[in-house]
């Protein structure tokens, strides 16, 4: 039987040395001098004596709305991860009966999240080209129940961006029916171009952003949301962190948004390279397609369908044999997850070898054996 996939994280996290972590869309190319100074100069300080200023560091914040291009008197939610302020704001803003548009595939936490507050998710099926939500699609999935539109931009896990003209068209319909818009940022600084919502629907936009995949801080938990003063007013009535959030994880974030121009391009360069030779490599797999190339994120999903092998069993002899973590796509969607293993390439090269050396092992090892004839 297919080991379950909380077994395989306590395996990676058990090897984590010997593990080329491609499973979480995490960044491991940030340099790591800065966080490691941020933090010590705060475990000097002793600043985790005190209960860190519960609004959150001043200076993150002015950080944050600088990064983000938005004023700096927007409303300015911090939390423990992109996640909790998620979590929070579905909580706070929909209720029993209302209908969220989602997708399928998406980042199904969020439709999670949505479920707990009473409220559905409707997912049309974007596995098909563009592989992204149109406004097309937007408005032939709209109820009169439709509160909020879920736009993840760029889309974990496809990899796929919104174009400037597609951002604008959503952000319009949801203005013109005075709907929320939860524009997830999460990936926005691995995109060429990426445009805010908010710039065209700014009442109701929900702008949530994470330093786990940009800063590559994933561990320190860090994130939050920007949005309207009385939307985040609403919101921070679900607010658990009433003592403030993390002040290391606070210091490691002001440390990499401040110098985020110095390093921000080489991570850039090294994930494209990085999926260009995977893509590469990838014509020679037979039967491995890559529906979306070349990726606005630092992750895309290789589509093993026609190879008869079940992305779980790719999964585990690809971790178990070779020590590379990739993840099934069952957690990504219900509908196409059995086709699809999801890689992330924020990785330094060497774990790039890793897998183009594996990949095929894996495949060979698996490939269903034709009958002898
Ligand atoms: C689209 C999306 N939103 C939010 C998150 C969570 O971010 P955080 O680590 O800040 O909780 C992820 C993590 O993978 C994600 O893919």
Same mark, same amino acid.
């Given at each position: ?71 700096? *008197? ?36 969020i439709h999670r999240f949505v479920e707990?507050?009473?409220? @559905? @998710? ?20 709209? @109820? ?39 524009? *997830? ?9 990426? @445009? ?79 999926? *260009? ?76 070898d890793r897998l183009l050396t594996a990949f095929p092992l894996a ?11």
């Amino acid at each position: 039987m297919a080991a379950a996939s909380s077994d395989a994280f306590r395996y990676a996290h058990a090897h984590r040395a010997e593990i080329a972590w491609m499973s979480q869309n995490t960044n491991h190319l940030v340099p790591p001098g800065i966080v490691a100074r941020a933090i010590d100069r705060a475990l000097e300080e002793r600043v985790y004596e005190e209960y860190p200023y519960a609004p959150g560091d001043p200076e993150l914040r002015a950080l944050v709305l600088k990064d983000l291009g938005f004023p700096q *008197d927007a409303g300015f939610f911090l939390a423990a991860g992109g996640t909790e302020a998620l979590y929070a704001l579905t909580r706070a803003l929909l209720a029993p009966g209302d209908d969220v548009l989602g997708s399928d595939p998406s980042y199904l936490i969020i439709h999670r999240f949505v479920e707990l507050s009473g409220a @559905t @998710t409707r997912m049309p099926d974007i596995y098909a080209p563009p592989f992204r939500l149109t406004p097309e699609i937007v408005e032939a999935n709209l @109820t009169p129940q439709t509160r909020m539109i879920l736009l993840i931009d760029p889309l974990n896990p496809l990899g796929s961006g919104y174009p400037r003209e597609a951002v604008r068209a959503i952000a319009e319909i949801a203005r013109d029916r005075k709907l929320l818009l939860l524009h *997830d940022v999460t990936y926005r600084d691995f995109a060429d171009a990426p @445009t805010s919502a908010a710039e065209f629907h700014p009442e109701g936009t929900l702008t949530v952003w994470s330093v786990s995949k940009n800063c590559g801080l994933a561990g320190l938990r860090l994130g939050g949301l920007v949005a309207r003063p009385e939307l985040v007013r609403q919101v921070a009535r679900y607010n658990t962190n009433d003592l403030g959030v993390n002040v290391l994880a606070q210091r490691a974030a002001i440390a990499l948004l401040e110098t985020k121009a110095q390093w921000i391009d080489g991570v850039r360069a090294q994930t494209r390279a990085n999926q *260009d030779r995977i893509r590469e490599a990838a014509r020679g797999w037979p039967g491995v397609e890559l529906p979306v190339y070349p990726s606005q994120a630092n992750m895309f999903v290789l589509d093993v369908s026609r190879t008869g092998i079940a992305p779980e069993a790719l999964q585990n002899e690809l971790l178990y044999r070779h020590g590379v973590f990739l993840r099934s796509g069952a957690y990504l969607s219900p509908a196409h997850g059995g086709r699809f293993v999801r890689a992330s390439f924020s990785n330094v090269p060497a774990d790039i070898d890793r897998l183009l050396t594996a990949f095929p092992l894996a495949l060979e090892a698996l490939r269903p054996k034709l009958p002898a004839s």
